[in-house]
């Protein structure tokens, strides 16, 4: 499924009664140790992967030592026991990520390495079945739901391991790998990008990009960077994560008071880059700015981790902050005061929404030939389409 236009096979079929072994302490090193020894064993090229659960109260325990936390034969309820023991005492929001380490390795000694990771926060009890390990007790970040409540086919889209082996499965694309290529070739085989061939709709093809990026790109993919500008003219520009589009526009919040928050207010004009290096694409947006609705605010505030909905109130963003133990303070100060209490929305914090009058798509090409497909909106709606130069 994560891996299309790969035929794999199983160990046991190529080097039967071979043992892989774990025996280091990075996902890394164990994964890269498995697929040599497979290498070794068959002769063939070899995936193989290593990953686990990463706590941050417990110093990024259990980590390589996930599927034997509670010891070497230990089942997974053996595993969640000594888990939730150890954070019985642990404050909320109890944070902590899944990462995986996916890797290829080639018998000439070529070696592909791929990451991906999730975060979230672990909680006591646990809830459904419909993932193994630690996936009853960790809720991604975002969701309400644990990952033992989300069905596999979901999960995949933006699990750790999802993540990594689409990251994995790109850069055998780009690599022009095949399984018994006898080196690997550096060419990369890139797409095209025609006005006949794009969406009559930006929005429409704005998701497809973003899904093949989501698909493809390590770590998040809807990062972006943000351009403002001041009434003097002073520009400045930042990266922040793209919170939700629709015919509407691209939205992302803040802390209204920060200073993309305050140029916004008094220039509400701005410009949006994506740029997505394995699949060598860009997309730059330029538009008016408005903030969204309170209700739009309040809804996404909610679905926010808590130690983020805190980090909300405790920081006075792009203000001077003579040192870090003020700001620790003040999130203790914060924690003790709402308890376990609702957070409620800060008066100042909330989204912008970025109307489009121009979106670009751009398509890296050999010899910087590359395409380059604007949209521009007219006066009644529509979109006129052209191509640029390179």
Request: hydrophobic share 35%.
């Amino acid at each position: 499924m994560l891996l299309n236009g790969v035929e794999l096979v199983g160990l046991d079929e190529v080097a039967p009664g071979l043992e892989l072994k774990e025996p280091f302490a990075t996902f890394r090193e164990n994964a890269l140790a498995k697929a040599r020894a497979a290498v070794r064993g068959s002769g063939l090229p070899a995936i193989a992967d290593d990953s686990g659960l990463e706590v941050d109260a417990l110093g990024g325990a259990p980590g390589v030592l996930s599927a034997r936390y509670a010891g070497e034969g230990a089942t997974d309820d053996d595993n969640n026991r000594k888990l939730v023991a150890a954070l019985r005492d642990a404050p909320e929001p109890r944070t902590c990520r899944y990462r995986c380490v996916a890797v290829l390795v080639m018998p000439d000694g070529h070696e592909l390495v791929a990451e991906g990771s999730c975060a979230g926060r672990v909680v006591l009890e646990g809830r459904g079945n419909l993932g193994f390990g630690y996936d009853p007790h960790v809720i991604p970040e975002g969701e309400t739901r644990t990952m033992g409540e989300i069905p596999l086919e979901e999960k995949l889209r933006f699990s750790h391991r999802g993540r990594a082996f689409r990251a994995l499965a790109e850069e055998i694309r780009l690599l022009d790998v095949s399984e018994t290529a006898a080196h690997l070739r550096p060419e990369r085989s890139l797409d095209s990008l025609d006005v006949a061939d794009a969406d009559p709709d930006p929005f429409a093809q704005f998701g497809k990009w973003l899904q093949r990026a989501m698909d493809a790109e390590p770590g998040e993919p809807n990062a972006m960077t943000v351009a403002t500008s001041s009434v003097e003219g002073r520009v400045s520009a930042r990266i922040v994560l793209l919170r939700g589009f629709d015919q509407k526009g691209f939205v992302f919040y803040t802390n209204y008071e920060s200073r993309k928050g305050r140029e916004l207010s008094e220039n509400p004009q701005a410009a949006l880059v994506f740029y997505w290096g394995l699949l060598q694409r860009q997309v730059c947006i330029g538009g008016r700015v408005e903030p969204v609705s309170r209700e739009e605010s309040q809804a996404y505030f909610n679905s926010r981790p808590r130690d983020h909905r805190i980090g909300a109130w405790a920081s006075q963003q792009s203000r001077i902050l003579e040192d870090r133990s003020e700001l620790d303070a003040r999130v203790r100060e914060l924690e003790e005061r709402f308890g376990g209490e609702e957070i409620p929305l800060p008066p100042y914090w909330g989204g912008f929404r970025v109307i489009p009058y121009t979106i670009e798509f751009w398509q890296g090409r050999p010899s910087r030939l590359h395409d380059r497909i604007r949209y521009t909106r007219g006066d009644s709606g529509t979109w006129l389409i052209e191509r640029l130069y390179p």
